[in-house]
């Protein structure tokens, strides 16, 4: 299902480059495209709404704003059930990319980054081959994404 903005029809939905490199693809629920951020040290899933042009969370329409919020809800749930001990970030911030994404990532005392925000820390550890097929499989199953590909 494709998503536009309103008097964007012929402009589709484009996955900005940038997140494209950084992550690899879960799948997708209603409204977003779901992505795991490509660094083995996080469990650190990505939103991003299937509406193109979109910059800012007041850009899409109420309805649209009330399914990312379920998303966000949905996807924050099973991080916590993952790890309940763990503290949940949940941020947008698009200083680097423009397209609306939203970062879900588990953090707790002793990550590379703790106490400070995981953006710009280090460079990441990227996953690798079978790992990476496996934590795609691992994450669609616990997201109820199964079946999908990369």
Aim: some cysteine.
């Amino acid at each position: 299902m494709r998503y536009n903005k309103p008097g964007s029809e012929s402009n589709p939905f484009v996955l900005d480059q940038r997140l494209a490199h950084d992550c690899l693809r879960l799948g997708a629920m209603q409204l977003s495209e779901v992505l795991l951020f490509d660094d083995s040290r996080y469990d650190w899933l990505v939103l991003v709404p299937k509406v193109a042009d979109v910059v800012e969370f007041l850009d899409l329409p109420a309805a649209q704003q009330q399914q990312l919020a379920l998303e966000i809800q949905h996807v924050s749930q099973k991080l916590k059930q993952w790890r309940p001990q763990a503290k949940l970030n949940v941020g947008a911030l698009g200083n680097v990319v423009s397209q609306l994404h939203v970062h879900l990532l588990l953090r707790e005392p002793g990550d590379p980054a703790w106490p400070g925000p995981v953006w710009g820390h280090s460079a990441a550890l990227r996953h690798t081959g079978q790992h990476a097929q496996e934590r795609c499989a691992v994450w669609r199953q616990r997201l109820g994404l199964t079946g999908e590909r990369d």
